[in-house]
């Protein structure tokens, strides 16, 4: 099998010139289309990069100045593959790739792959009335409408006269009887089928169509191919691995790549950064050491993209994002997304007995009245946050918030809450009302009548504590389970202790299953 | 920026290797005095991240710094004896060498007690991540300061010369960062760390911001605010895109090495500082006692995962 490399290319010399040498084998040509923008001089500084033998049969065609978006594009790889047509070789496929591209699998295995595919074009061809195919921005537009300025350096005459044609209704229909297809602009395609597109490609129609078309590069061969050969010899799919970002842009690779591009079942990969040196290596040593390795079908392993979208681009669970944060009043909880409860109480309750009780719970840790005072009060004298010393409140005051998240956090695995003696003259009353992630019990004063189901309440009990009234309002307006607990003589009574108790080892067990 | 031009006719060109610098470079201002000590690992550490030429505005040092520097041509140097306080804290200096050769570059402005980390900075460059930026249309890059401490008083931690200062201040405050909004202004505003622990304890909200903006694109009409926590326009203080995540960094900050004593001691005698220098004053105090910054809750350093594991640095959607 005899092969015919592309590689369009407009800077990183080094890297063009080592994916030169990577590719070149025996029998295969390569040609470079180097853009006639750019100073440096390609050919040059390959007589001078690569030896003899390395130079032979790697040729560099006409240049042509590549505009991106526009003709010139097409026009490049054309001007190759005339040159292609002139040494007149005996080519089965052409391989059009970037210089940014790298071998993820040897030649060697393309070759077989290749072998097992006779006459398939590997090209994406996209019919756009089907499937948009462009990521964002212009898809029919793109040929339905003249487009004769560049949209990168004349962009507002670019969106004028889109405008305009749009307005007047202006629209061109395809030359011949062609049907346009998109598809990315990298393709291995069969010699006689390039062989019926080069004289297309001379037709003056065909040719004023695409030159004032957007993005040619990513129509011109996809329409011809389908075009001239049959839908079934199509395979759908091209050899280079690509991934567009959200805006249309192909993703870079980079030296910790390695392991995401190996899974990944194609034989180029673009785009590589020209920093990484270290991933081309790790990729020719793989190489190396695999001078058979093939694939038996094209396909993308795109789950870790995924996992990082879904992921990163909205913050880690249960993380703080530095530079992001919805509301300052309510500081690190807005990423809590562990469970924690609170005990509100009036203020006369006792609350020592019920703090020891949970406390010899396992899984439980149950502060004491931690948000009020001059002295941090947690609720046995065993344990501080380092950070945090008692006798320093105002490091806890300046966010209430975080200090809470701190000592959740300080305690994996384990159910934390405090206790609250009302009124706390703080926000942190209505944080743990309107957390999602807090649980309340209220401790009631003794008259307050509950029935079971709690739905209702002694109205002439609750005006005696107008904010416990407020609270439980508030909690049940906000649809917060919560559990409302009678304290006889300002003590909580055993079978009380028991219930809260129940409440909170549920709670812990369903966060333990959660979490795991 | 008139001002900074009326400063810039303080700095007096001491070498000047500037025509060494190519279009696209990444380019380090720093502003010093009497760091010469940490200067080697400094250098090296920008070069290995990709910074390709360091401009320095030396405030009259007296240790042998162009002995250091002099000889390197990725360094360039301005000399000058006036005031720190006068120029903003350096702050006009470094507008004017940044209006003057920083026009179009990524430009770096630190401390040469800070390093910065991004996400991926053990196998990407710096390079590549302005490359990132600048295909995202992002002009700046956020980060924010994490204090490093060694195990005992800061007298004991000793640097030498060429030593990696992680070696002799590896902890750090793992939490207790608080993120606000400066009232007035828009940017953020981050205090937090060891410094409000320690030294700010029962005044924390009087606590130094932690966020910087060290690394923007710069243009003709770009301008350091209040040293590198505000940069003008507003919208280069910006963390993130509109819609999602942008990468986000951290400054590891080595200030508390035993070379710090000194250094309070010499500011305080020269109230070149910020508001009285009360943080200086805020750090004798605290340096007398002989405080031990180091806490049960302190962390170790690692890696730029560790930070990001704490909430405390951004991938963002850089894949």
Redesign the interface.
């Known amino acids: 099998m005899k092969l015919a490399f592309i590689i369009l290319a407009h800077n990183d010399p080094d890297n063009v010139l080592r994916l030169i040498k990577r590719l070149r084998t025996q029998d295969d040509h390569i040609v470079v289309h180097w853009d006639k923008n750019s100073r440096l001089d390609l050919q040059t500084l390959a007589q001078s990069a690569l030896t003899d033998e390395q130079r032979a049969n790697v040729h560099f065609c006409r240049r042509v100045a590549v505009d991106w978006g526009r003709w010139s594009m097409v026009e490049a790889s054309l001007s190759a593959l005339r040159h292609l047509q002139y040494l007149d070789q005996p080519f089965d496929y052409a391989v059009l790739m970037s210089g940014g591209d790298y071998l993820l699998k040897p030649v060697a295995g393309l070759k077989q792959f290749l072998s097992r595919h006779p006459g398939k074009e590997f090209i994406e061809c996209v019919d756009p009335d089907l499937d948009p195919w462009v990521v964002q921005g212009l898809v029919k537009e793109r040929f339905l409408h003249h487009h004769w300025f560049s949209w990168r350096d004349q962009r507002p005459l670019f969106e004028w006269s889109l405008a305009t044609q749009k307005k007047l209704g202006l629209k061109r229909t395809m030359p011949r009887g062609l049907k346009a297809y998109f598809g990315s602009q990298w393709w291995a395609l069969t010699w006689p089928t390039i062989a019926k597109i080069l004289p297309l490609s001379q037709q003056g129609s065909i040719r004023r169509f695409f030159q004032s078309t957007w993005v040619p590069d990513e129509m011109f061969f996809q329409t011809l191919v389908a075009a001239v050969t049959s839908a079934d010899s199509i395979y759908g799919t091209n050899l280079t691995f690509y991934q567009f970002?959200?805006t249309g842009?192909p993703?870079?690779f980079?030296?910790?790549h390695f392991d995401f591009l190996h899974q990944q079942n194609f034989f180029f990969a673009r785009k590589l950064?020209p920093?990484?040196h270290?991933l081309r290596d790790k990729l020719d040593k793989f190489i190396a050491e695999n001078p058979a390795a093939s694939v038996s079908h094209l396909a993308k392993n795109m789950a870790d993209?995924q996992q990082?979208?879904a992921v990163?681009?909205?913050?880690?669970p249960n993380?703080?994002?530095?530079?992001?944060?919805a509301d300052?009043w309510y500081?690190d909880l807005e990423?809590n997304k562990t469970p924690y409860f609170v005990i509100m109480a009036y203020s006369q309750t006792q609350l020592q007995p019920l703090i020891n009780a949970l406390n010899a719970l396992p899984g439980i840790r149950c502060f004491g009245d931690l948000f009020i005072g001059d002295h941090i009060d947690y609720g046995s004298n065993d344990w501080a946050?380092?950070?945090y010393?008692s006798d320093?409140p105002?490091?806890r005051d300046?966010?209430r918030p975080?200090f809470l998240v701190?000592l959740i956090?300080?305690h994996p695995g384990h159910l934390v809450g405090y206790v609250m003696h009302l009124p706390i003259g703080n926000d942190m009353e209505r944080i743990a009302l309107y957390d999602p992630q807090a649980s309340i019990v209220f401790i009631l004063p003794e008259g307050h009548y509950l029935p079971e189901d709690q739905q209702s309440l002694n109205w002439t009990c609750a005006f005696q504590n107008m904010i416990m009234h407020d609270h439980i309002h508030a909690a049940r307006q906000a649809n917060k389970p919560f559990l409302a607990i009678n304290a006889s003589g300002h003590v909580i009574a055993p079978e009380s202790v028991a219930k809260i108790k129940e409440k909170l080892l549920a709670l812990r067990d369903s966060m333990m299953t959660t979490l795991s | 920026m008139i001002q900074a031009y009326r400063h810039g006719k303080d700095l007096s060109r001491v070498s000047d290797n500037t025509r060494m610098i190519k279009p696209g470079d990444i380019l380090a201002f720093v502003v010093l005095r009497n760091e010469t000590i940490r200067l080697p690992y400094f250098l090296a550490y920008y070069r290995r991240l990709g910074v390709k030429h360091f401009l320095f505005v030396d405030n009259g040092s007296d240790d042998g710094f162009m002995d250091e520097v002099g000889d390197y041509a990725d360094c360039s140097v301005w000399h000058t004896q006036a005031s720190y306080k006068a120029s903003k804290y350096g702050v006009h200096w470094l507008n004017y060498l940044l209006k003057k050769y920083g026009r179009g570059h990524w430009c770096l402005t630190v401390d040469p007690d800070e390093f910065l980390l991004f996400p991926y900075d053990d196998s990407r460059s710096l390079i590549e991540l302005t490359a990132y930026l600048d295909q995202e249309q992002k002009e700046s890059f956020f980060s924010i300061t994490l204090d490093m401490y060694g195990a005992g008083t800061v007298d004991e931690a000793i640097y030498q010369k060429d030593q990696d200062p992680l070696a002799v201040c590896p902890w750090f405050d793992p939490t207790g960062y608080y993120q606000d909004k400066r009232p007035n202004f828009n940017e953020w505003w981050i205090r937090g760390g060891v410094r409000r622990r320690v030294f700010f304890a029962d005044q924390p909200w009087h606590a130094p911001a932690l966020n910087k903006t060290v690394l923007v694109k710069w243009r003709w009409y770009y301008a350091y605010f209040a040293s590198t926590h505000i940069v003008w326009p507003n919208r280069l203080n910006r963390p993130h895109f509109q819609d999602t995540l942008a990468p986000t960094g951290c400054l590891l900050h080595f200030k508390y090495l035993a070379l710090f004593r000194e250094k309070v001691e010499e500011e305080m005698g020269r109230k070149q500082h910020y508001a009285g220098s009360r943080e200086y004053q805020s750090y004798l105090a605290g340096l007398d006692s002989k405080t031990v910054l180091w806490n049960k809750a302190s962390v170790r350093f690692q890696n730029w995962r560790q930070c990001v594991d704490l909430g405390l640095m951004n991938v963002g959607r850089w894949f």
């Open positions: 970002d959200h842009k993703l870079l980079y030296n910790d950064s920093k990484a270290l993209y990082f979208i990163q681009w909205r913050g880690l993380r703080r994002v530095i530079g992001r944060q300052p500081g990423w946050h380092p950070l010393p320093k105002a490091l300046m966010k975080n701190d956090k300080a």
